[in-house]
């Protein structure tokens, strides 16, 4: 197995813009797990689903922040219109289970100008 | 309300033993969890504690007391690679369906 992949690795955008980072998870797992790194918040969680349903998005911060899985293979996170505070690394993760070992993708690493 | 507390900087020599400790207050627990992240890296898993006690996997070490709310992760034998932050990862729920929190991390420094 290629592991958690997403794409792209980077991307450098003009604030406004629409961002849509893409993340596959390893096949088998059920949980789906978006997170944000930033020096100054650490490493945060926005969102999970398991077995594709949304479970949890109260670390979405605004409302220009959606999720969506629309099948086992594949999640999206879109950040519309884009600001230059959501300059961050964002990492997929997913586990067999909710609670257990998640395994990380290389993360995007977001930059808006 | 939920804290989680490590120190943010560790520095450390080679060949020795550095212990990272963790704090955390929680309505829930269920696990502590402890991951490894190199920079420009992803976080991968190292450890995981259910129950109180020492779990021991080579060099690394990772030990629990529920009832003080405290966990280390415990480096030995120290190698310039063990350069990383290190992240403790409490599951905060009553369950194995509560997802893990991490915080800040702390940042290892092994030096020669």
């Known amino acids: 197995d290629a592991g958690v992949i997403q794409s792209p690795r980077h991307e450098v955008t003009e604030m406004g813009q629409e961002v849509t980072l893409r993340c596959k998870p390893i096949?088998?797992?059920?949980?789906l797990f978006w997170y944000r790194q930033t020096m100054m918040r650490g490493l945060e969680l926005l969102i999970y689903?398991?077995?594709?349903?949304?479970?949890?998005d109260s670390g979405m911060p605004e409302d220009r922040f959606s999720a969506k899985m629309p099948n086992a293979s594949f999640s999206t996170l879109k950040i519309q219109p884009s600001e230059p505070r959501d300059s961050a690394v964002y990492f997929c993760?997913?586990?067999?289970?909710?609670?257990?070992?998640?395994?990380f993708g290389p993360g995007t690493r977001l930059t808006v100008l | 309300g939920q804290s989680l507390e490590q120190p943010s900087e560790v520095t450390a020599v080679e060949g020795a033993i550095v212990q990272i400790n963790c704090t955390y207050q929680?309505?829930?627990?269920?696990?502590l969890s402890w991951y490894q992240q190199h920079d420009g890296g992803a976080p991968t898993f190292l450890s995981y504690?259910?129950?109180?006690g020492l779990e021991e996997t080579g060099r690394f070490s990772s030990f629990l007391s529920r009832s003080d709310s405290y966990g280390y992760l415990l480096l030995q034998e120290l190698q310039m690679k063990d350069s990383a932050s290190y992240f403790c990862?409490?599951?905060?729920?009553?369950?194995?369906?509560?997802?893990?929190?991490f915080g800040k991390g702390t940042r290892l420094s092994v030096i020669a």
């Open positions: 929680t309505s829930g627990f269920y696990g």
């Open positions: 993760a997913g586990g067999l289970g909710v609670g257990d070992e998640q395994f």
């Open positions: 689903f398991n077995n594709n349903v949304p479970i949890d």
């Open positions: 990862a409490p599951s905060l729920g009553n369950s194995g369906n509560t997802p893990l929190v």
């Open positions: 504690n259910g129950l109180d």
């Open positions: 096949s088998g797992h059920n949980s």
